[in-house]
């Protein structure tokens, strides 16, 4: 089964040219991070705590997500130094310039939100101009490799006009996932590196093969950036944190997220299907916190303390075995998708409908699904 983990087309020194895109996004965002927290407690641009949804003890710097969108700006600029001369620098530029506008997009509407407080309309507005950035540069799902999987044929115009609401679900869908994951500290930017280094794993794999030559450099080179821009907020945003990635860094990071999985949709539905499992960990706790909202008869977008990782801690276990507990789970789900990355389709999604049932069923089992306890307490928005 994985005899082929390196292809023929592309060797491994292919990829290691582009060591220079994970220094200089960690460097930068460690120093912009570091900028960014004197800044916020300078002007007041801090996150306090209530007592009931923000636990933590005292006021804590916000703008650690514009400390990993400088970083992330860094790493794509310097990727595209390094392929200046590929044959299809035009698309992987294109491609490129336009995750990074829309991730500037998520994180300016975020950072709005840390300091006005937006309804969550107009977040999801937000979102979607974000999502429409990515149309418009050409990143969308290949649905006809998917459909032509089930012997379904589409011409390219309804490919397109279907393309354009799965690009923004999954926009919003991810943005919402990760803001919800950012409830203790380093859980989100932890789960954040785990589930990049999958896809950066998938992304070399595919390189190697010569899957795409625009796309291939173009899925190195976020991956890349997006794990130094992360590891360098990282150390700040470690228990006791010294500042919060706010809604402007945890937008970001659904966003590049999303986008990421979406480029794995270039051509057959194997690869799209791997990165969205490799997701997996936002995607269940999101799916819990739905739910269970729902059976509680609770609003569905209103802020919480009853989280998958709150109710960890409800149940005596420390904050840092919790996050750990996590990241733990993050990479079982990463792990499940590179290695059912190398098997048929078919047999794949027969495995991914069973994780994520069994994950279900532990939730169930375990009384995720109930709003109990002080955590488990609304906050209604104004």
């Not at 995750?99 to 407080?117: P, T, Y």
């Not at 809604?247 to 799209?272: H, Q, T």
Request: overall charge positive; charged content about 15%; glycine content about 10%.
């Amino acid at each position: 089964m994985f005899d082929n983990i390196i292809g023929p087309e592309r060797p491994v020194s292919w990829v290691l040219q582009f060591w220079p895109v994970l220094v200089l996004s960690f460097v930068s965002s460690l120093v912009a991070t570091s900028l960014c927290k004197k800044i916020a407690l300078k002007f007041g641009i801090v996150d306090r705590p209530d007592n009931l949804v923000k636990t933590h003890k005292g006021s804590v710097a916000y703008l650690g997500g514009v400390g990993m969108l400088v970083g992330l700006t860094v790493g794509i600029f310097t990727g595209i130094y390094h392929i200046y001369d590929l044959q299809q620098f035009s698309a992987a530029f294109k491609w490129l310039i336009g995750v990074l506008a829309g991730g500037a997009i998520a994180c300016l509407v975020g950072l709005v939100d840390d300091i006005f407080n937006l309804k969550p309309w107009q977040k999801i507005l937000g979102q979607v101009a974000a999502a429409i950035v990515l149309i418009f540069v050409g990143i969308r799902p290949a649905i006809y490799y998917s459909l032509t999987f089930l012997n379904i044929e589409i011409s390219d115009t309804v490919e397109m006009f279907c393309g354009i609401p799965i690009v923004i679900i999954f926009v919003v869908g991810a943005t919402n996932s990760l803001n919800l994951l950012d409830g203790l500290d380093g859980l989100c930017a932890g789960v954040t590196v785990i589930i990049t280094f999958a896809m950066l794993l998938l992304a070399v794999h595919l390189g190697t093969w010569g899957y795409s030559e625009a796309g291939d450099p173009v899925r190195i080179i976020i991956c890349l950036g997006l794990v130094g821009a992360v590891c360098g907020f990282l150390p700040f945003n470690r228990y006791p944190a010294k500042i919060f990635m706010g809604d402007a860094g945890s937008m970001l990071l659904g966003f590049v997220a999303a986008s990421l999985m979406i480029l794995f949709a270039e051509k057959v539905p194997r690869w799209w299907m791997a990165s969205i499992v490799v997701f997996g960990l936002p995607i269940l706790d999101t799916a819990v916190a739905l739910l269970r909202r729902f059976l509680n008869k609770h609003p569905l977008f209103v802020s919480d303390r009853g989280h998958i990782y709150d109710q960890m801690i409800d149940r005596g276990i420390p904050l840092k075995r919790t996050v750990a507990i996590c990241y733990g789970l993050a990479a079982m789900y990463a792990l499940i998708g590179i290695i059912m990355s190398q098997i048929r389709t078919r047999f794949a999604l027969v495995v991914y409908i069973v994780v994520f049932v069994v994950s279900g069923i532990v939730v169930w089992r375990k009384g995720y699904l109930k709003m109990e306890g002080i955590r488990g307490a609304i906050r209604k928005v104004q």
